[in-house]
């Protein structure tokens, strides 16, 4: 697929849009102290009382600034491979918003998404050395996630914690003397001498090339910061071992469905995938393992640019650490619980068995796969926690129909929770569907039901957490044109 060319009037909103993303990544240390220091201030207020029963809270309080320091390095990592795809010294006064964006509550869901065009440029994986060429064009801005936090008791247990978060996420990432909360007990204050906490931001040590200093000094928007812990929680979702059991509650029927569904691949000719809405890219991976020319589609930058990073730069399994539920401070049974460390990639991408012709692909679902020479292109599409992110849920099933093939497989497999659903400007569209109408407009473009049944699942859950919310779903295999036979899995 030929390199779409903007004209300046749609690449000045595209590089604002990039800019706002990135300087969210950039600023996250920032807005992660912020917290820390409200903390402080409540725990400021504190009858003398209450204070001395509650004293370790201030060691607390610089652990959390310990885990957020690497995930902040781990960050900045990120962001210094990430090449952009436009020049992001262009349009640096452009008035407005990039992308308006519209925060959702659902259950699974605790991030933002935006609308807009979008296009799309491949860019292939290779089967021996797993490395994604960053051409990326034209992405907009989503995510999903949930969850953590409490109190634990003694000193031992807080060193212990704190020794297993030890291991630094990029060894030219130096960390500085930070001064302990004045109102913290004399051990206290000394144990962070020792283990040297630092309040600093990560970023001092390593700047992205691309990353002015502009960007570390905005008023980043607070839907913008959940953005980039939302992330931060999907990498487990996605990349981690702790992870798994959902992928098994929602990759696996997924995998198995194709396998049985295609049971003669051909390594050298093998069926197509699309995966709209790849997210961080670990389902359409798992999908060309199988034996796919597996394409992922993804309109998130925040997802791109990690996504990018995680399929081309990590050189070995576990080879990053990040603290994910740092940022909540509730249903956890312990702090070591809410500070615990997390490692990924869970698997090495260099030996993951991959099929030929792995890619990726940036842009709008709408805008990118409507193109007249995409039609008939595809012998299955994937849509795993999809369908609700559409404005218009019927457009998304017809282009679904028109990429197929004769003969191809659909499967889906999500809630009907709507990302739009009340949160719409009134000029804007969000039309939702229940399950039954989803039915009928599947059948409208040909599609045939075949298997059916319910699925229970959390999305980006904390699993030690005292509180979990399962996404009850119906799966529903089978929808066709004529001799085209589709797949769907649905969950509600």
Same mark, same amino acid.
């Given at each position: 697929?030929?390199?779409? =060319?903007?004209?300046?009037?749609?690449?000045?909103?595209?590089?604002? +849009?990039?800019?706002?993303?990135?300087?969210?990544?950039?600023?996250?240390?920032?807005?992660?102290?912020?917290?820390?220091?409200?903390?402080?201030?409540?725990? %400021?207020?504190?009858?003398? /009382?209450?204070?001395?029963?509650?004293?370790?809270?201030?060691? =607390?309080?610089?652990?959390?600034?310990?885990?957020?320091?690497?995930?902040? /390095?781990?960050?900045?990592?990120?962001?210094?491979?990430?090449?952009?795809?436009?020049?992001?010294?262009?349009?640096?006064?452009?008035?407005? !918003?990039?992308?308006?964006?519209?925060?959702?509550?659902?259950?699974?869901?605790?991030?933002?998404? +935006?609308?807009?065009?979008?296009?799309?440029?491949?860019?292939?994986?290779?089967?021996?050395?797993?490395?994604?060429?960053?051409?990326?064009?034209?992405?907009?801005?989503?995510?999903?996630?949930?969850?953590?936090?409490?109190?634990?008791?003694?000193?031992?247990?807080?060193?212990?914690?704190? /020794?297993?978060?030890?291991?630094?996420?990029?060894?030219?990432?130096?960390? +500085?003397?930070?001064?302990?909360?004045?109102?913290?007990?004399?051990?206290?204050?000394?144990?962070?001498?020792?283990?040297?906490?630092?309040? @600093?931001?990560?970023?001092?040590?390593?700047?992205?090339? !691309?990353?002015?200093?502009?960007?570390? %000094?905005?008023?980043?928007?607070?839907?913008?910061?959940?953005?980039?812990?939302?992330? &931060?929680?999907?990498?487990?979702?996605?990349?981690?071992?702790?992870?798994?059991?959902?992928?098994?509650?929602?990759?696996?029927?997924?995998?198995?469905?194709?396998?049985?569904?295609?049971?003669?691949?051909?390594?050298?000719?093998?069926?197509?995938?699309?995966?709209?809405?790849?997210?961080?890219?670990?389902?359409?991976?798992?999908?060309?393992?199988?034996?796919?020319?597996?394409?992922?589609?993804?309109?998130?930058?925040?997802?791109? *640019?990690?996504?990018?990073?995680?399929?081309?730069?990590?050189?070995?399994?576990?080879?990053?650490?990040?603290?994910?539920?740092?940022?909540?401070?509730?249903?956890?049974?312990?702090?070591?619980?809410?500070?615990?460390?997390?490692?990924?990639?869970? *698997?090495?991408?260099?030996?993951?068995?991959?099929?030929?012709?792995?890619?990726?692909?940036?842009?709008?679902?709408?805008?990118?796969?409507?193109?007249?020479?995409?039609?008939?292109?595809?012998?299955?599409?994937?849509?795993?926690?999809?369908?609700?992110?559409?404005?218009?849920?019927?457009?998304?099933?017809?282009?679904?129909?028109?990429?197929?093939?004769?003969?191809?497989?659909?499967?889906?497999?999500?809630?009907?929770?709507?990302?739009?659903?009340?949160?719409?400007?009134?000029?804007?569209? @969000?039309?939702?569907?229940?399950?039954?109408?989803?039915?009928?407009?599947?059948?409208?473009?040909?599609?045939?039901?075949?298997?059916?049944?319910?699925?229970?699942?959390?999305?980006?859950?904390?699993?030690?957490?005292?509180?979990?919310?399962?996404?009850?779903?119906?799966?529903?295999?089978?929808?066709? &044109?004529?001799?085209?036979?589709?797949?769907? *899995?649905?969950?509600?």
């Amino acid at each position: 697929m030929s390199e779409r =060319r903007y004209t300046e009037q749609e690449e000045a909103p595209e590089i604002k +849009s990039l800019r706002r993303t990135i300087a969210a990544y950039a600023n996250y240390q920032d807005a992660a102290e912020r917290d820390v220091k409200r903390y402080e201030r409540s725990f %400021k207020m504190l009858p003398p /009382a209450h204070k001395e029963l509650l004293f370790h809270l201030g060691l =607390r309080y610089q652990r959390l600034r310990w885990c957020i320091s690497m995930n902040a /390095a781990f960050i900045m990592n990120m962001l210094e491979k990430f090449e952009p795809p436009f020049d992001m010294s262009q349009y640096v006064n452009v008035g407005g !918003h990039d992308h308006p964006s519209n925060m959702h509550d659902h259950s699974h869901v605790d991030c933002t998404h +935006s609308s807009g065009r979008g296009d799309c440029s491949t860019v292939s994986i290779s089967r021996s050395n797993s490395q994604l060429d960053g051409q990326h064009d034209n992405p907009q801005e989503d995510a999903k996630t949930h969850e953590s936090s409490r109190e634990t008791k003694n000193k031992k247990d807080e060193e212990e914690q704190m /020794a297993g978060c030890s291991q630094p996420v990029g060894s030219n990432l130096g960390t +500085s003397q930070g001064a302990c909360n004045s109102d913290t007990d004399a051990s206290t204050a000394a144990y962070c001498q020792d283990k040297d906490v630092s309040s @600093s931001s990560a970023v001092d040590n390593v700047t992205p090339r !691309h990353c002015t200093s502009s960007l570390f %000094k905005l008023n980043v928007p607070p839907i913008d910061v959940d953005m980039v812990r939302c992330i &931060v929680r999907n990498i487990v979702r996605d990349w981690a071992e702790e992870g798994q059991k959902e992928r098994d509650e929602c990759y696996k029927p997924i995998l198995e469905e194709l396998n049985h569904l295609f049971p003669n691949r051909s390594n050298q000719r093998p069926p197509s995938c699309l995966v709209p809405g790849a997210g961080l890219g670990r389902l359409a991976l798992e999908i060309s393992s199988l034996g796919f020319a597996s394409q992922g589609n993804e309109f998130s930058y925040y997802m791109l *640019i990690c996504s990018s990073f995680i399929l081309n730069h990590t050189q070995e399994a576990n080879e990053w650490t990040i603290y994910p539920w740092i940022h909540s401070n509730c249903n956890s049974l312990s702090d070591n619980d809410q500070l615990r460390a997390v490692s990924f990639p869970d *698997i090495h991408l260099s030996s993951a068995g991959i099929t030929e012709g792995f890619s990726m692909c940036t842009g709008d679902f709408v805008e990118v796969y409507s193109e007249e020479s995409l039609e008939s292109a595809w012998d299955a599409v994937v849509t795993c926690f999809f369908l609700d992110t559409a404005h218009n849920i019927v457009e998304y099933i017809e282009i679904i129909s028109k990429v197929l093939k004769d003969g191809g497989v659909w499967i889906n497999l999500g809630p009907l929770l709507y990302d739009f659903a009340d949160m719409t400007p009134d000029d804007d569209m @969000s039309i939702e569907l229940s399950l039954e109408d989803v039915k009928k407009v599947a059948d409208h473009y040909g599609f045939v039901m075949e298997v059916e049944k319910m699925i229970e699942t959390t999305f980006s859950a904390n699993m030690r957490a005292m509180m979990q919310v399962l996404e009850l779903g119906r799966c529903m295999f089978g929808m066709g &044109v004529a001799t085209r036979l589709h797949t769907l *899995i649905n969950l509600c």
